[in-house]
């Protein structure tokens, strides 16, 4: 009876812990919940030093002396913080790690949601034109898994699922 109840305990731990946000609560707690993602990506200057939770899909990332910076098609995130699976987007940021990133990993095509401080915009070509990107410093960088398959999902409650 006691194996029964430590393989419960267990149980609830994983299935509790499978469930919780990429992003640390500190940092959750800091992030500016009031600003849309919309908001922030018309007017990055207008939010400078504040802090946002962003994520989408990576288009691209570079090593340069000052970091990686990795530019993201950004996309909705779900209540883990996970982008989601979705074909809308507000547009592109730029996230700007401090340190060496392998653009092997963060690549093309690979799910990332970051946490960190708006430094406003960058302007950077994009195909013909000039774009202007939000620049994200980053604080927490979450890369996902990829996708494989059909995803199988549990729901508990009204709008959630594990």
């Known amino acids: 009876m006691k194996r ?3 393989l419960s305990l267990i149980l609830l731990i994983l299935l509790i812990s499978g469930c919780a946000h990429v992003v640390s609560q500190e940092l959750r707690d800091r992030a ?7 908001d922030v ?6 939010y400078k030093g504040r802090t946002v939770i962003l994520g989408g899909v990576i288009a691209s990332s570079i090593n340069m002396k000052e970091g990686t910076y990795i530019e993201v098609v950004q996309k909705p995130l779900g209540y883990r913080g996970r982008p989601e699976d979705t074909d809308i987007s507000h547009g592109r940021f730029i996230i700007l790690y401090e340190g060496y990133l392998d653009t092997a990993i963060y ?3 690979r799910e990332v949601t970051v946490a960190g ?3 406003g915009k960058m ?3 994009l195909g013909q034109i000039q774009y202007q990107y939000l620049l994200i410093k980053s604080k927490e960088l979450h890369i996902f898994e990829p996708r494989y398959g059909v995803p199988i999902r549990f729901g508990i409650g009204i709008w959630h699922t594990f």
């Not at 500016?32 to 919309?38: L, N």
């Not at 990506?41 to 207008?46: L, Q, R």
């Open 4 to 6: 029964l109840g430590i």
């Open 32 to 38: 500016e919940k009031e600003i849309s993602p919309i």
């Open 41 to 46: 990506m018309k007017d990055p200057d207008a």
């Open 107 to 109: 690549s093309q095509g």
């Open 117 to 119: 401080e708006v430094m």
């Open 123 to 125: 302007v950077r070509p």
